[in-house]
C-alpha cells in the first residue's frame, strides 16, 4: 500500500515538471466602474450603474516559432468574451478565432476610426448604438486572418453559418501607412453578412503632433432592396493635451433611406488619468433618431469613474 502511494507521488511530481517545463504563460487583470448616464428621454430610469470585469490572458510559443495566446474575460458574472489567436512563424501573419463576442478581423479592424477622447458620438443615444450605417456582421464562431508588414495591413474573417437561417459571412479590411506621409493612414473595407447585406467603408485619418482628424464614410446595400440602402459620415478630431488629459469632438450623419431626414450625431468628450483610475466625460446630442423628424432630440450625459487593477 505504502509503495503504491509512492509510486503515485513519483509520478505525479514528474508529471507536473514535464507540464510546467512546456506551459505558458498566464496573467490576470480586472477592472470595476461607476457610471452615471443622463438620458433626455429616460424619465425614472436610475441613472446609475457599476460594471466589473476579470481578465486572463494565456500566451506561449510552439518549438517552430509558432505563438499563441487565449483570452477570457469575465463580465458581471457571465464568461462573454473569449478567443484565442496563433501568431505564424517568418512574418507570415496571424490567426484568430472568436468564441464570443467580437470580429475575428475583416471589417472590425477599420469599422471606426475617428478618435476620440472616451465614447463615440453615437454611444447611448443611437438606436442602434454604432453610429456608422453597421450591419448584422456574426461575432461568434468566426476564423480571421491578418498579415502586416510595410505599413500595410490586410485582413479577412469568416463565419460559415453566422445563424441557422443565414447564409456565410464573409469580410476583409485594409489600412495602409502612407510612405514618405508620416501620421497619414488609409483605410477600406467591404464584405458581406449572413443577411447578404453588402457593407463597404473608407476613410482616412492624420496625425500631427499631439492631435489626430480623421474623416470615414460606409454604405449599406441591404438585400431587401436599394430603397432601404443606408449610408453615413463620421469624422472628428482629438487632442493629447498631456499624458494624462485628452478631449475629443465629432460629428455623425446616418442616410436610413427613408423619407425622413438624416441622424446627426454629435458629441464631445474628455478623459483624464491618475495612475490605475480614469475619469471620462462624454456629452451627446442626436437629430432625427433613426432618421424621423417628428422624434424628439435626445441629449446624454455620461460621466465613467473606473479603475484598472
Do not use: C, R
Not at 436599394?226 to 453615413?232: L, Q, T, V, W, Y
Amino acid at each position: 500500500m505504502n509503495k503504491l502511494h509512492k509510486v503515485g507521488l513519483t509520478a505525479l511530481a514528474t508529471s507536473l515538471v514535464a507540464s510546467s517545463a512546456y506551459a505558458g504563460d498566464l496573467s490576470v487583470s480586472g477592472g470595476a466602474s461607476i457610471s452615471y448616464t443622463g438620458l433626455s428621454n429616460a424619465a425614472g430610469t436610475s441613472p446609475w450603474g457599476m460594471g466589473n470585469s476579470v481578465a486572463f490572458n494565456g500566451s506561449g510559443e510552439l518549438d517552430n516559432g509558432t505563438t499563441f495566446a487565449a483570452y477570457w474575460e469575465l463580465d458581471d458574472d457571465v464568461m462573454d468574451d473569449y478567443n484565442m489567436t496563433f501568431g505564424l512563424p517568418n512574418d507570415m501573419g496571424s490567426i484568430k478565432f472568436i468564441g464570443a463576442s467580437g470580429l475575428a478581423g475583416g471589417l472590425s479592424t477599420v469599422n471606426n476610426i475617428v478618435p476620440t477622447a472616451y465614447t463615440a458620438v453615437f454611444e447611448t443615444t443611437d438606436s442602434d448604438d454604432n453610429g456608422v450605417a453597421t450591419s448584422t456582421l456574426a461575432t461568434n464562431a468566426q476564423w480571421g486572418y491578418t498579415w502586416t508588414g510595410n505599413g500595410l495591413t490586410a485582413s479577412v474573417a469568416y463565419n460559415k453559418t453566422p445563424a441557422v437561417t443565414e447564409n456565410s459571412a464573409t469580410h476583409w479590411g485594409v489600412s495602409y501607412d502612407v510612405d514618405g506621409m508620416e501620421g497619414l493612414k488609409i483605410v477600406a473595407g467591404m464584405g458581406s453578412d449572413g443577411q447578404e447585406n453588402d457593407i463597404e467603408t473608407y476613410g482616412l485619418s492624420y496625425t500631427f503632433g499631439n492631435i489626430t482628424g480623421a474623416y470615414q464614410a460606409t454604405e449599406i446595400k441591404l438585400a431587401s432592396g436599394s430603397a432601404n440602402d443606408e449610408s453615413g459620415t463620421h469624422y472628428g478630431i482629438s487632442m493629447v493635451v498631456n499624458d494624462d488629459f485628452s478631449i475629443s469632438a465629432g460629428k455623425q450623419e446616418t442616410d436610413f433611406g427613408t423619407a425622413g431626414g438624416d441622424e446627426e450625431n454629435t458629441g464631445y468628450s474628455a478623459s483624464y488619468t491618475m495612475g490605475g483610475m480614469t475619469i471620462g466625460y462624454t456629452f451627446n446630442e442626436v437629430k432625427n433618431p433613426a432618421g424621423s423628424t417628428t422624434a424628439d432630440d435626445i441629449e446624454a450625459s455620461i460621466v465613467n469613474l473606473s479603475f484598472a487593477f
